[in-house]
C-alpha cells in the first residue's frame, strides 16, 4: 500500500522527502522486501536527500532479516563513509 501511495504521489508531483523514504523503508521490513528497500536508498541518494542513522538502520534491518548479510555490510561501510558513524547518532 505504501509503495502504491509513493507511486501516486510521484505521479502526481509530490516530491518525496526523508520522512518519506523512512515510511517506505518501513513497509520494506514488514514486507520483507530487501531488493526494493536498496532501490529506494539508491533513488534517495540519486534525488540529492542524505540518508541519516534512521534510514540505514531500517535499511539494515531488512537486510538483515532477509539474510543478506554481506549486502548489510556494504550498507554499513557506505554509511559509516557518509559522516563518520550515522548509525549511532
Do not use: W
Amino acid at each position: 500500500a505504501a509503495l502504491q501511495l509513493f507511486g501516486e504521489m510521484q505521479a502526481v508531483g509530490v516530491p518525496p522527502d526523508l520522512d518519506t523514504y523512512r515510511a517506505l523503508l518501513s513497509a520494506c521490513k514488514a514486507g520483507r522486501q530487501a531488493d526494493e528497500a536498496l532501490r529506494l536508498l539508491n533513488e534517495l541518494h540519486q534525488k540529492g536527500i542524505s540518508a541519516d542513522a534512521a534510514v540505514y538502520n531500517l535499511l539494515l534491518d531488512v537486510l538483515c532479516e532477509a539474510r543478506q548479510g554481506e549486502q548489510a555490510a556494504k550498507v554499513m561501510r557506505a554509511a559509516l563513509q557518509a559522516g563518520g558513524d550515522p548509525l549511532f547518532k
